[in-house]
């Protein structure tokens, strides 16, 4: 059976009608809210903190057994002898650099000495170089021609053979023959008074050639003649004849040297 239950404001009770017990009246109220409590504040202030006593070294209290002294004993050699080996490796290096600078300052005497021998040869060289050089000069300003050495003969007293110095040489007279021959050195007038000479029949050709006017140099029966006549290098006016008493062969190997006077020389000073 359902039961009913009332509710009232008040603080009394009511009995239910069928006389069961009596209903409690609940009063449903808010229960109140704690006051919320305020956030604590921070303190930043340092704790103070006394000062710190300085570290005091760890007394040993016992001395190191033979053992310990043994290995560091041991320790010490071997730094040591690692020391030695660096500084005899040092050492050894240094001496192999000394060697190879030693070497190499060998090698650049050696070198130097064959420099000084190539110099000593250039300069030589440069020398005979120089003095060819003159010469080649010298022949090029005064150059040397052969202007006859083709063997000729002379039949007798009445033949002859002549030929020009040629004006601004010196005249290289130098000539053989194979019997007495007669070689005479004339101007152009003494020449005409020689071919007179003959033409006129004072005398043989042999004769007129070198007794005609003032020969400016006879060579009477010679077998030979070698002279250097000047007179024609700034003249342009001599003969040299050649005759003989008999048949011979005359060799001759004649030349000129160009080497022009600043004057006139000879018959034309």
Request: proline letters at 7%.
């Amino acid at each position: 059976m359902d039961e009913t239950i009332s509710e009232r404001s008040g603080n009394g009770a009511e009995t239910p009608a069928n006389g069961g017990p009596a209903g409690v009246e609940t009063a449903l109220e808010a229960a109140p809210q704690p006051a919320l409590a305020p956030a604590p504040l921070f303190d930043a202030t340092p704790w103070p903190v006394g000062p710190r006593p300085a570290a005091r070294p760890i007394p040993i209290s016992r001395r190191l057994g033979p053992r310990k002294w043994t290995a560091a004993l041991a320790a010490a050699l071997v730094v040591a002898a690692g020391g030695l080996g660096f500084l005899y490796m040092d050492d050894t290096s240094a001496q192999n650099r000394g060697r190879e600078l030693a070497s190499a300052n060998e090698a650049l005497k050696s070198q130097n000495k064959a420099l000084s021998a190539q110099l000593l040869t250039t300069q030589t060289n440069l020398t005979a170089t120089l003095g060819e050089l003159a010469t080649v000069r010298a022949e090029l300003e005064h150059p040397n021609l052969t202007i006859w050495n083709v063997p000729q003969e002379i039949s007798g007293q009445d033949y002859y053979l002549a030929g020009g110095a040629p004006d601004t040489f010196t005249y290289h007279l130098k000539a053989t023959s194979n019997g007495p021959m007669s070689i005479s050195i004339l101007t152009l007038e003494d020449f005409a008074k020689a071919i007179s000479c003959v033409q006129n029949g004072q005398g043989r050709t042999n004769w007129c050639m070198h007794h005609s006017g003032s020969p400016f140099h006879t060579w009477n029966s010679v077998g030979s003649v070698d002279y250097d006549f000047h007179g024609a290098e700034g003249c342009a006016d001599y003969v040299v004849v050649f005759t003989s008493a008999q048949h011979v062969t005359v060799t001759p190997n004649i030349s000129v040297t160009y080497n022009p006077a600043t004057a006139a020389t000879g018959s034309c000073a």
